[in-house]
């Protein structure tokens, strides 16, 4: 099988970075810190721009969810370990029935999306969670996923979501005319202590949307800004570069070729689905993503997005 095989190759140390670096003509950043830290708010680039580029007239608030996160890292046994690996799972309907679950609860770090469920499909996505990667409305409402979690890492697109993330970490409750401006109902409460808590570095969303991908810098409205956000997918995968030597991404790929194919690996959604949404440049975000698999950023386990593997099992 093509993902044993990955994890039975020796670890190079910097892989993903140097090749990163070569794909992208030194677009890439090879020093960015992966989670902000309370030296890291003064770093002009972070008031450039609005969230989620950028955190342009709320570093009042972020510095005081600052004082409540005590840690800014990765565990210090995974910090410590010489040469990590990564695996970035995502939510596609082309992990049902691989039972991949083993092998991927073998990675140095689980990088795991929004609201995943874990509990109830550990055979085909494993149950290790390093990382949940979320936003407020995209965060799971159920305990049981966040079992054998070690980090939340928070990604803070609004206002409102400043206020979330400091009440979950005071274990408070939202006030009502608050919680009206989520477009759907969010945790009131997560089951992960204070050290536990990260919030991703808004230059690593800035450099994968404008440098990596090329979207133009927002726009702005008379009401709004005029934003290309790329999806937390596409932010994991980039996060995982600079936390990882080596990267790999399991149940990526929108097979749009086949209408009736499941969407995601949890429910019975289908591709047609993907047709419904206009926030993600798919197929932009599809182009880039099989550059890095092609280049040997990142082994795709699933050949979702580019299958190397796939003359081996013809054959």
Not at 239 to 246: G, R, S
Request: with cysteine; hydrophobic share 40%; net charge positive.
């Amino acid at each position: 099988m093509h993902a044993s095989r990955v994890l039975k190759e020796e670890c190079h140390p910097y892989f993903a970075k140097k090749v990163m670096n070569r794909l992208f003509n030194k677009k890439y950043s090879t020093n960015l810190s992966p989670f902000i830290r309370q030296t890291t708010v003064a770093n002009s680039s972070l008031s450039k721009y609005t969230p989620p580029f950028g955190f342009h007239k709320y570093l009042s608030e972020l510095q005081d969810i600052l004082v409540l996160m005590p840690k800014y890292d990765l565990p210090e046994e995974l910090k410590s370990k010489q040469c990590k690996r990564c695996v970035v799972i995502g939510n596609g309907g082309i992990l049902h029935g691989l039972q991949l679950g083993h092998i991927l609860n073998q990675y140095d770090v689980a990088i795991r999306l929004n609201n995943a469920p874990v509990h109830g499909f550990s055979r085909d996505v494993g149950n290790k969670t390093t990382i949940r990667m979320a936003y407020p409305e995209s965060a799971t409402l159920s305990n049981l996923d966040y079992h054998h979690t070690d980090l939340f890492v928070a990604v803070l697109f609004k206002s409102v979501d400043f206020s979330w993330l400091q009440a979950i970490l005071k274990n408070e409750s939202l006030p009502l005319w608050i919680q009206l401006f989520f477009w759907k109902q969010v945790a009131d409460k997560i089951p992960l202590n204070s050290k536990q808590f990260r919030i991703l570095n808004p230059l690593i969303i800035k450099e994968t949307a404008f440098d990596l991908l090329g979207y133009p810098e927002p726009r702005r409205k008379w009401w709004d800004w005029d934003k290309n956000v790329p999806t937390l997918g596409i932010m994991a995968l980039i996060l995982a570069t600079h936390l990882c030597d080596e990267v790999s991404l399991a149940g990526f790929g929108y097979n749009l070729g086949q209408p009736d194919a499941r969407l995601h690996y949890f429910d019975n959604q289908c591709m047609t689905e993907m047709q419904k949404q206009y926030m993600h440049d798919v197929a932009e975000e599809t182009k880039f993503l099989k550059k890095l698999v092609r280049g040997g950023a990142v082994k795709d386990l699933t050949g979702g997005i580019h299958c190397e593997f796939c003359k081996d099992v013809n054959s």
